[in-house]
């Protein structure tokens, strides 16, 4: 009887570490600490393009179509997280909390923020952190354009518009218990917190078109797929 309580009661430690949350700051985002810049002369090097901050043009506070950012998270590593190809960048999960572009040029302002924002990690762990950012044509979430980078989809969904993305410098901290939470951007590292995002001059880069070759085999794929299901049934 007392293994079965112990077992029952580590059991429920367990889960509710998993399913605990912690609070961040995230009812303003710093200009000092976060901006954003649209570069149409190279494409992201997440997507074999050119060298990160080069041939920056346009703000994207003025853009007609507008821009959506999130906020990712993945486990700390003891050290600020390097994300080297796109397909590291998808292995990130989603805060839920998101901004998007303000009428001054490269200003953000959170989605719904408020001064008590929760993420899907414990009080007092620390996470490495960073901010995506994606003009409107691709779409409205992060769901919808993640799916659309990993299996170069956005082509179809741009239809001869200028798509951009991109990404913030990373950072990490450690959630807070309380109102308002850790300091998600920052242009110095806050005591006790971790170091949080400073990223000014986030370049969101042109998409570059994938080759006629490479949508036929996305598409072969996905009928293939189709197909072996269907012959599952």
């Known amino acids: 009887m007392k293994k079965l309580v112990l077992t029952t009661a580590c059991a ?51 853009a007609y179509a507008g821009y ?47 001064t008590d924002a929760t993420v899907p990690w414990a009080t007092g762990n620390t996470d490495s952190i960073v901010l995506v950012g994606w003009s409107a044509d691709l779409g409205t979430t992060w769901g919808v354009v993640s799916n659309e980078l990993a299996n170069s989809t956005y082509a179809a969904v741009l239809a001869g518009q200028q798509g951009f993305f991109g990404v913030s410098t990373t950072g990490f901290i450690a959630a807070g218990g309380a109102n308002p939470g850790a300091t998600v951007f920052n242009n110095a590292p806050v005591a006790g917190t971790g170091t949080p995002i400073f ?35």
């Open 12 to 62: 429920l430690a367990v889960t509710g570490a998993a399913f605990a949350q912690g609070t961040v700051s995230f009812s303003t985002i710093s200009p000092a600490a976060m901006t954003a810049q649209t570069n149409s002369t190279a494409y992201s090097p997440l997507l074999g393009g050119g060298a990160t901050g080069s041939g920056a043009v346009g703000a994207t506070g003025t």
């Open 68 to 114: 959506y950012y999130e906020l990712l998270y993945t486990t700390y590593s003891g050290s600020q997280a390097t994300i080297p190809t796109l397909a590291s960048l998808l292995a990130w999960n989603d805060t839920g909390l998101g901004a998007t572009n303000a009428s001054s040029a490269g200003h953000l302002v959170p989605i719904a923020g408020s």
């Open 199 to 233: 990223s000014l001059n986030t370049q969101l880069y042109l998409l570059p078109v994938p080759e006629p070759t490479t949508l036929a085999l996305a598409g072969l794929g996905g009928l293939s797929l189709l197909l072996f299901r269907r012959q599952r049934k």
